[in-house]
Each structure stands twice: as C-alpha cells, then as structure tokens.
C-alpha cells in the first residue's frame, strides 16, 4: 500500500517523477557543513539513494532516489548520525545564512550564531503556510534578506569620534551614501547621519580607527521569491538587541498565526488585513 505523500513530505521526503521514489531534505542550519556530516551523507546517497546529492537554494541538502520501502532504515540512519530532515511544508523552513563576521571581512553580525538560535526558537513551528527566514552579514546582501518573509540584514550605525584622524578621506571614498565629507585642507570632517546606510564600511577601513559603531539588525517583511517575487518592506530602524529581535518575530508569527489562512504567504495576509497591523504589532517592541 502507497505511503501518505502529506505525511511523508512533512517528514522531509518528497516524491518524485518516478514511481515509489522519494528526494530526501536534510537541515542544515546556516549553511554549515561539517565534514562529518558530509561524510554521513555521502554514506546515505551511495547506500540508499543513486549516489547522488542536490544542493538546493536554500542551503539544504537532498538525497534523491530513496526507495519508498527504505523510508524507516533512512530515518533510523539519520538518528544514528545526528541528523534529521529538514521542515517542509506549512511550517518555519531551513534558517539560511552567509558566513557572516566570522569569516567574511565585510560581515558585521555572526550570522552562524543567529541561525542556530532562531532554529532553536522557531525552527520546524506550524504556521499556516511555508514561512522562510534568512540572514546576510552586510549590505553586500548575499542572501537577499529582502526576498524572505522575514529578512535579516547586519548593519553598523558608525560615530566619528575624532581620535588620531588624519583626514585622509578614505572613509568618505568609500561611502555610498556620500554621507561623509572630509575637508582635508581643513582638517573637518562632517557626517550626514540621515544620509548613512548603517554599511559599516567607514568603521571597518578607518586606517586609524577614528570611527567606531554598533552593530545591529535591519529587518524586512514580507518578503517573496519564486512564482511571485515581492521585496520585503523595512519598517523599523536598526534594531541592536538580539532579544527584541527574537520578541518581533515571534510577533510577526503570532499575527501570521492569527490572521493567515491556510495556504496564504505572510506577504499576501499582510496586504488583505493591512500592513498597519504588523507595524502596530513590532514598533513598539
């Protein structure tokens, strides 16, 4: 007898074109790998699958071929070496994320970190459609944080404090904002803080380390790629403490709970009920 496809999916499996086969998702948070994983995996594709992985865009990775009949043997395979499928379905998905500033230079936030606590919070939870976070380490914006339902961006809010300067203008070439001017005859320097984009990059170069900063988190809502592709709106400033992070989408969540109907992204409840109902929900937060 046919296994439930719905069951089995919500356990990671998804069926193929070919009859009584089934593609494996298996979590990975963050995007990390170990070796030890990889090794498991390459054991599990040769031994149950067709020898095979799938990388997908989300930083999962799938097994494809497994035999419908070799199901529990792959899960009981999976508990032996400490992994498990990944969230499908209508619930929090796979948390995706860069390197983030514990190995990319430009990386402002440890993306790696928050992956792993958001999954701790909310990975794998119902919600009544698919609802997908994602975190990029800088304006550089590997992981499109707007194209998520909810997007996480590290940013830096700099201060010029003066000290050893030398006025050699270098923060103001590098400025995308033109936010920074620097009267090297002078010896001035101005700061339009309404024109920065919180990009870090003056903090970061500074020859002499006569910025300094605080790192912190832009957010994006409702954000969506694929059949329909939405960019998620910013409706809150710099956010610079983790908890009140975690506060705003549980949240957010909270309202897609009560508000969302079944099959409905985030973004689509958010345009039938108002946007002004998430922004009364978190800016107080």
């Given at each position: 007898?046919?296994?439930?496809?719905?069951?089995?999916?919500?356990?990671?499996?998804l069926k193929q074109i070919q009859d009584q086969r089934y593609s494996l998702r298996i979590k990975?948070?963050?995007?990390?790998v170990t070796a030890k994983q990889l090794n498991s995996v390459y054991k599990l594709a040769k031994k149950y699958g067709n020898g095979a992985v799938h990388l997908t865009a989300r930083q999962s990775i799938e097994v494809?071929?497994?035999k419908e009949d070799e199901i529990d043997a792959v899960l009981e395979f999976l508990a032996q070496e400490k992994m498990e499928p990944a969230s499908t379905g209508p619930k929090v998905r796979t948390i995706t994320a860069c390197q983030g500033?514990?190995?990319?230079?430009?990386?402002?936030?440890?993306?790696?970190?928050?992956?792993?606590?958001?999954?701790?919070?909310?990975?794998?939870?119902?919600?009544?459609?698919?609802?997908?976070?994602?975190?990029?380490?800088?304006?550089?914006?590997?992981?499109?944080?707007e194209e998520n339902d909810i997007?996480?961006?590290?940013?830096?809010?700099?201060?010029?404090?003066?000290?050893?300067?030398?006025?050699c203008g270098l923060c103001q070439k590098l400025c995308p904002a033109d936010a920074?001017?620097?009267?090297?005859?002078?010896?001035?320097?101005?700061?339009?803080?309404?024109?920065?984009?919180?990009?870090?990059?003056?903090?970061?170069?500074?020859?002499?380390?006569s910025w300094q900063g605080e790192s912190g988190f832009v957010l994006y809502?409702?954000?969506?790629y694929g059949n329909r592709i939405v960019i998620g709106r910013q409706l809150l400033p710099v956010i610079h403490s983790k908890e009140k992070l975690f506060q705003i989408i549980e949240a957010a969540l909270q309202l897609f709970d009560q508000y969302g109907n079944?099959?409905?992204?985030?973004s689509t409840m958010l345009d039938r009920i108002g946007w002004d109902m998430l922004n009364e929900k978190v800016k107080d937060l």
């Open positions: 007898m046919a296994m439930d496809e719905k069951e089995l999916k919500s356990r990671g499996f990975i948070v963050g995007g990390q494809p071929f497994i500033n514990g190995v990319c230079q430009s990386g402002l936030i440890d993306t790696a970190l928050l992956a792993r606590e958001l999954d701790e919070r909310f990975g794998g939870r119902p919600v009544p459609h698919k609802f997908k976070l994602g975190i990029t380490g800088c304006r550089n914006n590997c992981l499109k944080a997007g996480i961006k590290g940013a830096m809010v700099p201060a010029w404090t003066g000290e050893n300067c030398t006025y920074i001017l620097v009267d090297q005859p002078n010896r001035q320097l101005s700061f339009r803080k309404e024109n920065c984009l919180s990009c870090g990059r003056c903090l970061k170069k500074c020859p002499r380390s809502f409702g954000g969506l079944k099959g409905e992204r985030f």
